[in-house]
């Protein structure tokens, strides 16, 4: 067993145990992820199939939202240990992206999820001007799909003009990034005319949300909340309650605007709730009917890396409630969905697409993966702001 780093505790009072759990499994990462990296090399993965990751997407839809995934971990990986490998393949991948855009149709709002994760992440360590530039026109793309008289930007595309979905509260911080980087705060004002607007009609009063809204294109005027990749309309996708958590508090990261803080802490308190009736472990839906039960372990995942961001902001007195949250998290996945076998690609096992597709139901997604390791630095103080 190869150990390359041992890596700090943060500072969250950690009792013994949470912190020998943390050093092991942070080990654990290590080894498997030095095994992973050597056998994936710069191919694109997205779902594990026996242990392998078979389907490069570089080669079959280079413009799929996932893409950035194995990007990032790369970068986090050689953020935490210095390796020079995980560079070199980070960057060979972000090379590949640029295939996407030159084709430029089929990409959508998660050129986010794609560019945080590989041309920014590549910028913001290594300061390199080529993904200075390919951070800045993918942050062009998304700031071309604003809607101004609707103040949001366009999810997908075809005829969706007015459709939004929660996952975008995870790309506008590409709009962050490009405002401080640049020095004009256009998109920074986009981006904050997007999450009030998600704010206002996508967060219910119980804490939960809607997956989708659909908005006038013309005015903004909210038409209706159609069902998405969770139970239907009016039900609680879990992976999308985690995209709010995590994307309302990463809004309030940038902005210090203290109603986004309140959201993520609002829709965390659902999502607590619920995930304690099942171990910590969320269901696709959570206003699914109780058979059949499909699980999705990713958006628990997510879910942990935005409790551990609002930790960030709370108050000394309130950070137990969002971190005992996140270690029950991360301790019951390690317990029943971890593959630490070096020798099997994919680590979080039993991740779902959507509550309808049978064939992405229950299987190892990638960034399943990459929420876990992001969250398993933080607890180190060796995770950086790839956001
Ligand atoms: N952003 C798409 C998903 O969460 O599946």
Same mark, same amino acid.
């Given at each position: 067993? =190869?150990?390359?780093?041992?890596?700090?505790?943060?500072?969250?009072?950690?009792?013994?145990? !949470?912190?020998?759990?943390?050093?092991?499994?942070?080990?654990?990462?290590?080894?498997?992820?030095?095994?992973?990296? +050597?056998?994936?090399?710069?191919?694109?993965?997205?779902?594990?199939?026996?242990?392998?990751?078979?389907?490069?997407?570089?080669?079959?839809?280079?413009?799929?939202?996932?893409?950035?995934?194995?990007?990032?971990? #790369?970068? *986090?990986?050689?953020?935490?240990? +210095? /390796?020079?490998?995980?560079?070199?393949?980070?960057?060979?991948?972000?090379?590949?992206?640029?295939?996407?855009?030159?084709?430029?149709?089929?990409?959508?709002?998660?050129?986010?999820?794609?560019?945080?994760?590989?041309?920014?992440?590549?910028?913001? #360590?290594?300061?390199?001007?080529?993904?200075?530039?390919?951070?800045?026109?993918?942050?062009?793309?998304?700031?071309?799909?604003?809607?101004?008289?609707?103040?949001?930007?366009?999810?997908?595309?075809?005829?969706?003009?007015?459709?939004? $979905?929660?996952?975008?509260?995870?790309?506008?911080?590409? =709009?962050?990034?490009?405002? @401080?980087?640049?020095?004009?705060?256009?998109?920074?004002?986009?981006?904050?005319?997007?999450?009030? !607007?998600?704010?206002?009609?996508?967060?219910?009063?119980?804490?939960?949300?809607?997956?989708?809204?659909?908005?006038?294109?013309?005015?903004?005027?909210?038409?209706?909340?159609?069902?998405? *990749?969770?139970?239907?309309?009016?039900?609680?996708?879990?992976?999308? *309650?985690?995209?709010? $958590?995590?994307?309302?508090?990463?809004?309030?990261?940038?902005?210090? +605007?203290?109603?986004?803080?309140?959201?993520? @802490?609002?829709?965390?308190?659902?999502? =607590?709730?619920?995930?304690?009736?099942?171990?910590?472990?969320?269901?696709?839906?959570?206003?699914?009917?109780?058979?059949?039960?499909?699980?999705?372990?990713?958006?628990?995942?997510?879910?942990?890396?935005? =409790?551990?961001? $609002? !930790?960030?902001?709370?108050?000394?007195?309130?950070?137990?409630?969002?971190?005992?949250?996140?270690?029950?998290?991360?301790?019951?996945?390690?317990?029943?969905?971890?593959?630490? /076998?070096?020798?099997?690609?994919?680590?979080?096992?039993?991740?779902?697409?959507?509550?309808?597709?049978? +064939?992405?139901?229950?299987?190892?997604?990638?960034?399943?993966?990459?929420?876990?390791?992001?969250?398993? #630095?933080?607890?180190?103080? @060796?995770?950086?702001?790839?956001?």
């Amino acid at each position: 067993m =190869l150990i390359i780093e041992r890596g700090n505790i943060m500072n969250y009072n950690m009792d013994e145990s !949470t912190k020998q759990w943390t050093r092991c499994t942070w080990e654990k990462l290590q080894n498997k992820l030095l095994a992973e990296s +050597k056998r994936i090399g710069d191919k694109i993965p997205y779902i594990a199939e026996n242990g392998r990751y078979l389907e490069d997407k570089a080669e079959t839809d280079i413009t799929w939202w996932t893409n950035g995934f194995w990007p990032g971990m #790369l970068w *986090q990986m050689y953020h935490a240990t +210095k /390796e020079e490998n995980y560079k070199t393949i980070a960057q060979a991948v972000e090379g590949k992206l640029d295939a996407a855009l030159d084709q430029y149709r089929g990409l959508h709002h998660d050129v986010g999820f794609m560019w945080l994760h590989s041309a920014v992440a590549d910028y913001r #360590l290594t300061k390199n001007e080529r993904s200075l530039a390919r951070g800045l026109h993918a942050a062009d793309l998304l700031a071309g799909r604003y809607n101004p008289r609707g103040k949001y930007i366009r999810s997908w595309n075809k005829d969706r003009a007015g459709w939004v $979905i929660i996952d975008s509260m995870m790309n506008i911080p590409l =709009l962050y990034w490009a405002s @401080k980087v640049s020095g004009d705060p256009r998109c920074q004002y986009m981006a904050m005319d997007h999450a009030d !607007t998600l704010l206002k009609y996508t967060v219910r009063g119980d804490g939960s949300c809607n997956h989708i809204i659909v908005l006038d294109p013309e005015n903004g005027e909210l038409l209706k909340t159609p069902g998405g *990749q969770g139970y239907g309309s009016g039900s609680s996708w879990s992976r999308g *309650q985690a995209w709010a $958590i995590y994307g309302f508090a990463l809004s309030y990261r940038y902005t210090k +605007k203290k109603e986004y803080l309140e959201a993520a @802490k609002r829709v965390a308190h659902y999502f =607590l709730a619920e995930v304690s009736r099942t171990g910590y472990v969320s269901v696709v839906d959570f206003r699914a009917p109780k058979d059949p039960v499909y699980w999705d372990t990713t958006a628990s995942a997510c879910a942990a890396c935005g =409790l551990l961001e $609002i !930790t960030e902001y709370v108050p000394e007195y309130e950070k137990s409630l969002y971190f005992e949250g996140a270690m029950n998290i991360l301790k019951a996945l390690d317990k029943s969905y971890c593959n630490w /076998e070096p020798d099997y690609d994919s680590i979080l096992q039993m991740g779902t697409a959507s509550y309808e597709g049978e +064939k992405d139901r229950h299987v190892p997604i990638i960034y399943g993966d990459y929420f876990y390791l992001e969250a398993v #630095l933080r607890l180190l103080e @060796k995770s950086f702001i790839i956001w």
